[in-house]
C-alpha cells in the first residue's frame, strides 16, 4: 500500500516537475509571471504599487471607485502609465455604479478588467474582447465559477475563505480550487487562486492544486509602495490572528462579510447587535478616498490609507489567515522575486526527482 502510494506520489512530482515550464512558470495572460495584486480598495493599491508590481513582470491591478467617476478613473490608469510602460489592470466591483468607469477603462485599452460581486455578462466580455481587454472576474462558488466560464472570460481567480477584504464565499480554497480547475479542464482558460497565499510554499500548493497563478491580497498590502496607513501596515506585522466579521460598513455594502485583523477595538465590538451599523456612530476620523474627502465613522467598512488622520486603531483592517507568516514590510518587487526564486528552489529541491 505504502509502495503503491509512493510510487504515486513520485509520479505525480516527475509530471510536476517536467511541466513546471509550462505552469506557473512560463507566466499567465501575456505577463512574464503568475503572480497577480489583488485589487485593494480604497486606494491602497495605488498607481505606485501597481507600477512597481508591472515593473517585476507581474500583474498588477488599480481599483476604481464606487462611484462613478470616468475622469479619475482615467486619470488613474494615465498616472499608472507615467510610472511603468508595462501593462496592468484595474478591478471593478460590480455592487456599486460601475458602467462609465467600465466605459473609461475600455476607452484607455487597459490590459486586464477584473470584475467582483456581482454577475459578469456574455455582452461585457464581448464589448471588453472587442476593446481588447481580457476579462478576470474574482468568484467564491463553483457555480460562480461555471457561470463566469460561460460567459467567455479570460481567467477566473477562486477566492476562498481565508481570504483578507470581502469574502463572497463559503468554501475554502484547498477544496474549491481543484473542483473550478476541473471544471474549466480543456478551455483555454486560466485558474488563479487566491486567499492565505503569502510565499512561495502557497504558490506551489496553489500549482500543485491545478492553479496557473495566484492573487495575493495581504502580502501587497504589506509593501513599502501600499497606499495604507503606516499603523495599519505595522498592525499586519504586529498581529497573527484574523476574524471573518460582518462588522464593518453594515450600510454602504449589506450582506459583504469581510475577514480583518483581530484588533482590540475589533475583539470588544465584534458581538455588535446586527441592528447597529455605521451610519449613525460618531465620527472617529477622516480620509480621502479617490480624490475625495470625507468623514470615517466608527464601523465603517473603508481601511485607513495614507491620507487617514483620526483614531486609526479603531478602525477595519482587513486581512487575510496568513498574516501571521508576514514578518516585515518589503518593496513589491522583493516580494515578487521571494516568491518565484523560493518556487522554483522548493520544486527542485523538495520535490524534483532524483536522478
Ligand atoms: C485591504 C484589502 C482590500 C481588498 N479590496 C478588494 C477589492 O477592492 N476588490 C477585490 O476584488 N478584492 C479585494 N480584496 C480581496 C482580494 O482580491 C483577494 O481575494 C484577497 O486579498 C486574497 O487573500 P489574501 O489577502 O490572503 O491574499 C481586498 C483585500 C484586502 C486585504
Given at each position: 500500500?505504502v509502495?503503491?502510494?509512493?510510487?504515486?506520489?513520485?509520479?505525480?512530482w516527475c509530471?510536476?516537475?517536467?511541466?513546471?515550464?509550462?505552469?506557473g512558470?512560463?507566466?499567465?495572460l501575456?505577463?512574464?509571471?503568475?503572480?497577480?495584486?489583488?485589487?485593494?480598495?480604497?486606494?491602497?493599491?495605488s498607481?505606485?504599487?501597481?507600477?512597481?508590481?508591472?515593473?517585476?513582470?507581474?500583474?498588477?491591478?488599480?481599483?476604481?471607485?464606487?462611484?462613478?467617476?470616468?475622469?479619475?478613473?482615467?486619470?488613474?490608469?494615465?498616472?499608472?502609465?507615467?510610472?511603468t510602460?508595462?501593462?496592468?489592470?484595474?478591478?471593478v466591483?460590480?455592487a456599486?455604479?460601475?458602467k462609465?468607469?467600465?466605459?473609461?477603462?475600455?476607452?484607455?485599452?487597459?490590459?486586464?478588467?477584473q470584475?467582483?460581486?456581482?454577475?459578469c455578462?456574455?455582452?461585457l466580455?464581448?464589448?471588453?474582447?472587442?476593446?481588447g481587454?481580457?476579462?478576470?472576474?474574482?468568484?467564491g462558488?463553483?457555480?460562480?465559477?461555471?457561470?463566469?466560464a460561460?460567459a467567455?472570460?479570460?481567467?477566473?481567480?477562486?477566492?476562498g475563505r481565508?481570504?483578507?477584504?470581502?469574502?463572497?464565499?463559503?468554501?475554502?480554497?484547498?477544496?474549491?480550487?481543484?473542483?473550478?480547475?476541473?471544471?474549466?479542464?480543456?478551455?483555454?482558460?486560466?485558474?488563479?487562486?487566491?486567499g492565505?497565499?503569502?510565499d512561495?510554499?502557497?504558490?506551489?500548493?496553489?500549482?500543485a492544486?491545478?492553479?496557473?497563478?495566484?492573487?495575493?491580497?495581504?502580502?501587497?498590502?504589506?509593501?513599502?509602495?501600499?497606499?495604507?496607513h503606516?499603523?495599519?501596515?505595522?498592525k499586519?506585522?504586529?498581529?497573527d490572528q484574523?476574524?471573518?466579521?460582518?462588522?464593518?460598513g453594515?450600510?454602504?455594502?449589506p450582506?459583504?462579510?469581510?475577514r480583518?485583523?483581530?484588533?482590540?477595538?475589533?475583539?470588544?465590538?465584534?458581538?455588535l447587535p446586527?441592528?447597529?451599523?455605521?451610519?449613525n456612530?460618531?465620527?472617529i476620523g477622516?480620509t480621502?478616498?479617490?480624490?475625495?474627502?470625507?468623514?470615517?465613522?466608527?464601523?465603517?467598512?473603508?481601511?485607513?490609507?495614507?491620507?487617514t488622520t483620526g483614531d486609526?486603531e479603531?478602525?477595519?483592517?482587513?486581512?487575510?489567515q496568513s498574516?501571521?507568516?508576514?514578518k516585515?514590510?518589503?518593496p513589491?518587487?522583493?516580494?515578487?522575486?521571494?516568491?518565484?526564486?523560493?518556487?522554483?528552489?522548493?520544486?527542485?529541491?523538495?520535490?524534483a526527482p532524483?536522478h
Amino acid at each position: 500500500m505504502v509502495v503503491v502510494w509512493s510510487i504515486k506520489m513520485s509520479n505525480f512530482w516527475c509530471l510536476f516537475w517536467a511541466r513546471k515550464k509550462t505552469m506557473g512558470w512560463k507566466g499567465i495572460l501575456g505577463f512574464e509571471y503568475g503572480i497577480v495584486q489583488a485589487p485593494l480598495g480604497p486606494d491602497i493599491s495605488s498607481p505606485h504599487l501597481v507600477a512597481a508590481v508591472a515593473n517585476s513582470g507581474a500583474l498588477g491591478f488599480l481599483r476604481v471607485p464606487d462611484w462613478e467617476d470616468p475622469d479619475y478613473v482615467r486619470e488613474l490608469i494615465r498616472k499608472t502609465r507615467t510610472l511603468t510602460n508595462k501593462p496592468f489592470g484595474i478591478g471593478v466591483i460590480l455592487a456599486f455604479p460601475h458602467k462609465e468607469n467600465v466605459k473609461a477603462i475600455l476607452d484607455e485599452k487597459v490590459a486586464v478588467l477584473q470584475l467582483y460581486w456581482g454577475e459578469c455578462s456574455k455582452e461585457l466580455v464581448l464589448e471588453a474582447h472587442k476593446a481588447g481587454v481580457k476579462v478576470v472576474p474574482q468568484i467564491g462558488s463553483y457555480e460562480e465559477a461555471k457561470r463566469a466560464a460561460d460567459a467567455g472570460v479570460d481567467a477566473i481567480i477562486v477566492q476562498g475563505r481565508e481570504a483578507g477584504g470581502h469574502v463572497i464565499g463559503q468554501d475554502g480554497l484547498i477544496t474549491l480550487l481543484p473542483r473550478v480547475v476541473d471544471l474549466v479542464r480543456g478551455r483555454d482558460l486560466v485558474v488563479i487562486a487566491a486567499g492565505g497565499i503569502v510565499d512561495e510554499r502557497g504558490y506551489v500548493a496553489a500549482l500543485a492544486l491545478g492553479a496557473q497563478g495566484v492573487s495575493l491580497g495581504t502580502r501587497f498590502l504589506a509593501t513599502e509602495e501600499s497606499y495604507a496607513h503606516p499603523t495599519y501596515k505595522r498592525k499586519l506585522i504586529e498581529f497573527d490572528q484574523t476574524e471573518y466579521t460582518d462588522i464593518f460598513g453594515r450600510a454602504r455594502w449589506p450582506g459583504a462579510p469581510h475577514r480583518v485583523l483581530a484588533t482590540p477595538f475589533f475583539m470588544e465590538w465584534k458581538e455588535l447587535p446586527n441592528h447597529e451599523n455605521e451610519s449613525n456612530q460618531p465620527v472617529i476620523g477622516r480620509t480621502i478616498i479617490h480624490g475625495r474627502e470625507r468623514e470615517v465613522r466608527r464601523f465603517a467598512g473603508t481601511v485607513p490609507n495614507a491620507t487617514t488622520t483620526g483614531d486609526i486603531e479603531s478602525m477595519a483592517m482587513y486581512a487575510g489567515q496568513s498574516i501571521g507568516l508576514i514578518k516585515e514590510i518589503l518593496p513589491a518587487g522583493e516580494v515578487i522575486n521571494r516568491i518565484v526564486e523560493g518556487a522554483q528552489r522548493l520544486i527542485d529541491q523538495q520535490f524534483a526527482p532524483a536522478h
